[in-house]
């Protein structure tokens, strides 16, 4: 696995360390998609952790199942809550901003852990530089320039896309763009404690991905994120240990921005 503008090795050596100190005997990582980033290298260097996988999209498991390794890995297209029991650790990497009802999310993670549990919650930040280069993208696709600019990449220049593992065959557009204040109260709000805080990259996204490629500039743009405040990093990395619910919670409402972001994520995707 090589570390790129999203920090993928970064955020795999956060969840190994949390592995390593916690040692749980069961991992559940919801949303794993192809597994490649995270269940199937974590299993590998873990052997004597069971891992479960589940993910909504069959075609993103069945590559996952075909891929191993089998010994200590178990994938499922969606599961019960009675399926999957209880887990020392829960992975929700890259998933909260494509769900429904994110607060009903977090409770569903909540029921899955002891009291002395953990979950990692993985997300973008919602107003940082790899979202608005996304909505960039967006407005381009939904105009018609991005395919005139793709022609002349391809034809003109003549460069490749960057190369990186399927993460997931599945179409399904960011529905969430959360702030930091946001999704702290969201956290709070369903009954979780954060326990850790990490930022994962600074720059992200439309045109940093061919231009942060060197050794050098991969490792500047991971650190620089340690230094700066949190919110102007691209995505963010929680650990999180059950706490209280708060008093006063309330389903979680989107703002006018997410709302707009939403319906033209879903317009670029064909999905309105």
């Known amino acids: 696995m090589l570390e790129n503008s999203y920090g993928i090795v970064k955020r795999f050596e956060f969840i190994a360390r949390i592995i390593e100190q916690t040692r749980p005997r069961r991992v559940l990582d919801i949303g794993c998609g192809t597994g490649a980033n995270l269940t199937a290298p974590l299993a590998r260097r873990f052997a004597d952790v069971e891992f479960v996988g589940i993910d909504s999209d069959r075609a993103s498991i069945e590559h996952a199942r075909q891929a191993g390794p089998t010994q200590n890995t178990r994938y499922h297209v969606e599961a019960s809550e009675e399926d999957l029991g209880c ?12 769900v429904q009802a994110p607060d009903e999310f977090l409770g569903f993670l909540l029921r899955r852990i002891p009291p002395g549990g953990r979950v990692v919650l993985t997300l973008p930040n919602g107003l940082g530089p790899f979202e608005l280069a996304s909505l960039v993208e967006t407005l381009m696709h939904l105009t018609g320039v991005y395919a005139v600019l793709r022609w002349c990449k391809r034809k003109i220049l003549g460069l490749p896309p960057p190369q990186t593992a399927v993460d997931s065959f599945a179409i399904s557009p960011h529905i969430n763009f959360f702030s930091y204040r946001e999704i702290s109260e969201v956290i709070e709000s369903a009954g979780f404690e954060i326990v850790e805080t990490r930022s994962r990259t600074l720059f992200a996204g439309l045109g940093f991905d061919h231009l942060i490629t060197s050794e050098r500039l991969v ?3 991971a650190s620089i994120a340690d230094r700066l405040p ?5 995505g963010w990395m929680f650990l999180l240990r059950p706490g209280s619910a708060s008093a006063s919670r309330k389903p979680y409402q989107r703002g006018i921005y997410a709302r707009l972001r939403r319906y033209l994520n879903e317009k670029r995707w064909k999905l309105r």
Request: hydrophobic share 60%; charged share 20%; aromatic share 10%.
């Open 219 to 221: 490792a500047w743009n």
């Open 87 to 98: 887990f020392d650790l829960v992975i929700a990497s890259e998933v909260i901003e494509h």
């Open 230 to 234: 949190a919110r102007l990093a691209s």
